[in-house]
């Protein structure tokens, strides 16, 4: 019965993690009987999956949240759940409470696997159900995700990160780093493959150390067990970390056409000084190696990247080496953030914080340079026919879209719904990050 229905309404913020983990919470709010919805107003929870990488991450999600006072004013029995990274942080859930006390459920990142039996308390009690589990989080296995994304479907091979970045928060949010099994997630990308997913992106945050310190077997060789699996359709994985990027993944991501010729390496800077004061392990010249020894064994293979400008100290010849490294790379794209202080990182104590003006003429700067390597790479496709896996449609334009190996976003007409096929894409147009063409 129509008027039965329970709806749900999920608000995600930061990385494709953090879009997976909305998954995995509408996989636990379908088991309570509620079904999505495209509004708030109409939802009976909303959850809004937070971020805390930046300020104006947390910025977004205090608007948003602080929006929906009104609405829970006149609807009283709507729950409202904040969650993830940012209620993660120490002494957050409590500044949550206070500054939104209508909030009814508060959680982290290391408890979301626990959503439902908060729902279900919060169901049966009036008082606020605030749980941040400080210990590490465990690894989760026989979850049902609710996947948003077909014909993509994302995969968590490792969870947390050991690098602590002077920058950066996500240790102190996601906990020590942690790999799944093998044997669960090649089983996981069997049992996709088999449902017609045609694109598995394999999820951490620093994918290159999977399984470090473990019996189990190593990231190169998960993904050529991966891409064994009958069937066709692409292999991606997300982030490789500079320091541990090796000869034997590129050398894995050369033995099977599965496998995207496209790696996400963040270099973040080009100033070795600046490397060295955000703990990266690795200078400029040992960067440049590693694009060498994947360019030896994978010669068309785009390159992509993030880059922080306004890092604590950095000067104006540092900003300069990043201009430099980012001209010598050829990124096929990057994305670009002016450095913004986190409480309780090594960088937030540093001196020579630098002035927003200052940041911000470097950051334009960037992205016209960036911009500018991306038209390049796109120009080239002109004229070319190339393989793209149709995504969705932008209903905006009326065109169907999809990417194609390296990444490049193509538009295009077709009669009949291709979404999830392997389509021929002859480019007539390129503009910025995206091609313009007509089925072949
Ligand atoms: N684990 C991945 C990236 C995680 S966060 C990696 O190490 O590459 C994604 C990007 O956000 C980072 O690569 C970095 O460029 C950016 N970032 C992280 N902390 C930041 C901060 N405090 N200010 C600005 N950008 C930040
Ligand atoms: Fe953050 Fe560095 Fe870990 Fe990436 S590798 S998540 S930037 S600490
Ligand atoms: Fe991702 Fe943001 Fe958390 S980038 S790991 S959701 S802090």
Known sequence: MESNKKFYHIVTYGCQMNVHDSERIAGMLAELGYVSCDDMEGADIVVFNTCCIRENAENHAYGNIGMLKKLKAARRDM????????PQQIGKADILHKKFPYVDIIFGTHNLGKLKEFVLQKQSRKKA????QPAEGAVTEG????????????????????????????????GRERSRRSENVIKEAQSLIGEGYRELTLLGQNVNSYANGTDDIRFPRLLEKIAAIDGKFRLRFMTSHPKDFSEELAKAIASDPKICRCVHLPVQSGSDRILRAMNRKYTSADYLKKIEILKKHVPYCAVTTDLIVGFPGETDEDFKDTLRLVKEVGFSSAFTFVYSKREGTVAANMPCQIPEEVSKERIMQLVELVNSLTREHSAKYVGTTCEILCEGYDEK????????????????????????????????????????????
Not at 79 to 86: K, L, P, T
Not at 129 to 132: L, R, T, Y
Not at 144 to 171: D, E, K, M, Q
Request: proline share 3%; hydrophobic share 40%; charged share 20%.
């Open 79 to 86: 729950i409202i759940a904040v969650g993830g990274c940012m």
């Open 129 to 132: 159900v605030i749980e941040i």
């Open 143 to 174: 979850e049902h995700p609710l996947r948003t994304s077909y014909p993509n479907a994302w995969i968590n091979i490792t969870y947390g990160c050991n690098n602590f970045c002077s920058y950066c928060i996500v240790p102190y949010v996601r």
């Open 397 to 440: 334009r009326g065109l169907f879209l999809g990417r194609d190996e390296f990444g490049r976003m193509g538009y295009f007409n077709s009669d009949k719904n291709v979404i999830g096929e392997f389509v021929q894409l002859r480019v007539k147009e390129a503009n910025g990050v995206s091609l313009m063409g007509e089925l072949v």
